[in-house]
């Protein structure tokens, strides 16, 4: 039986990215090797990685003047390459503190130099997103979360300031449409929106490096993988892969104006629904709730079990929140098809009726 998908990450695939991989893994191509078996510096492969950066660019709509990037380590290991590459030990980097991962990210920039709290929404358990930002005009970048995966909440608009701009879109990147333009930095783990686990992609605006004084180790260097166009060492080809096929075909499917379109459409059926429910109760401020993950919890706390005990039955796997907030959590990323949002909403329209 197929499963229902709601992880927060490794994240469902499309059915047709899914077939071409598994395909590629025999075959690759018909040229009788694996996808996995090929080298990476050979013209099969890196007619791979070009077509995939060319796509991230113009997804983006992008120019020349940044670079894209496939590199290893997950979003984590960019939370100390950012400060690292950006960040001098005696400047200041502003940042977000709206949840788990903001918070860690927090954490490693303090190891390269000063760090300023723009805003935070630590005093309501990050359940929302503050209005408010503080900015100093000295700092080297203002660094954000675009989308909280754990807490459940998203940012709907872009936090002004007069200093480059820094994103982790690990989990809601290539789900709208948006100025990319605006930003110096964007970095994102491919495993939700972007393809399978193993890789990053990470888009630089060039003119942002080369500013800080410290040694930056060879394999730690945007430049040393922009200048070796992420061949700097061995890329984890059948990730980048994978991601191109899912670039592809968000493209194939109408691009990010479709992505938006088919999220805003998941999570208004998933949020109708929640708010609806006397069983249920949702987590966070309406005005910042995810499309990509929402959180929520039963009424009573002993259902909580009882309910993922029956979302189990029914095949859906992924419901249950984050380790650190507990509750119950849905993600909704783009290749989640919106009958498997309406059979989620169907079980808890069911329990409701029994239990509410």
């Known amino acids: ?20 991989a598994s395909e590629a893994i025999i075959d690759f191509n018909n040229i009788g090797l694996s996808i996995l078996e090929i080298g990476h510096r050979t013209e099969w492969f890196i007619n791979v990685l070009e077509e995939a950066r060319s796509l991230v660019k113009e997804l983006m709509q992008l120019d020349d003047s940044y670079e894209v990037l496939y590199l290893q380590g997950g979003a984590t290991m960019q939370f100390m390459q950012v400060p690292m590459n950006l960040l001098d030990e005696n400047e200041t980097a502003a940042y977000c503190d709206n949840g788990i991962w903001g918070s860690k990210a927090i954490k490693e920039a303090k190891l390269f130099g000063q760090v300023h709290i723009a805003c935070s929404s630590k005093d309501q358990g990050h359940t929302y997103i503050p209005r408010e930002l503080s900015v100093p005009q000295h700092a080297r970048y203002l660094h954000y979360t675009t989308n ?22 690990s989990s809601d990147i290539f789900s709208r449409e948006m100025p990319f333009s605006k930003y110096a930095l964007i970095y994102a783990g491919a495993q939700k929106n972007a393809g399978a686990a193993g890789t990053t992609i990470v888009v630089i605006k060039k003119d942002i490096l080369g500013k800080v004084n410290r040694t930056i180790p060879s394999i730690l260097n945007y430049s040393n993988h922009i200048e070796a166009k992420s061949l ?30 088919r999220a805003q459409e998941r999570a208004d059926l ?16 309406k005005r910042d709730r995810s499309l990509m993950n929402a959180t929520f919890t039963t009424q009573n706390p002993g259902h909580e ?3 993922l005990d029956i979302c189990k039955e029914h095949g859906m796997v992924g419901v249950k929140g984050h380790r650190s907030v507990g509750g119950l959590r849905v ?18 329209k069911d329990f409701n009726e029994k239990r509410g």
């Open 1 to 20: 039986m197929k499963m229902y998908n709601f992880n927060s990450g490794p994240a469902v695939l499309p059915a047709e990215v899914l077939q071409q």
């Open 148 to 169: 909280n995966t754990v807490e459940g909440t998203q940012w709907h608009f872009i936090p002004e300031a007069n200093v480059p701009l820094v994103a982790d879109m």
């Open 232 to 261: 700097l060492n061995t890329p984890p080809v059948f990730a980048v892969y994978v991601s191109l096929l899912t670039l592809r075909w968000i493209k194939q499917e109408g691009g990010l104006a479709e992505m938006e379109r």
């Open 270 to 285: 998933f949020y109708h629904t929640l708010d609806t429910l006397d069983a249920f109760t949702g987590k966070v401020d």
């Open 305 to 307: 079990k009882l309910f």
């Open 331 to 348: 993600s909704m990323y783009n290749s989640l098809p919106l009958s498997s949002v309406q059979a989620l909403c169907d079980v808890m």
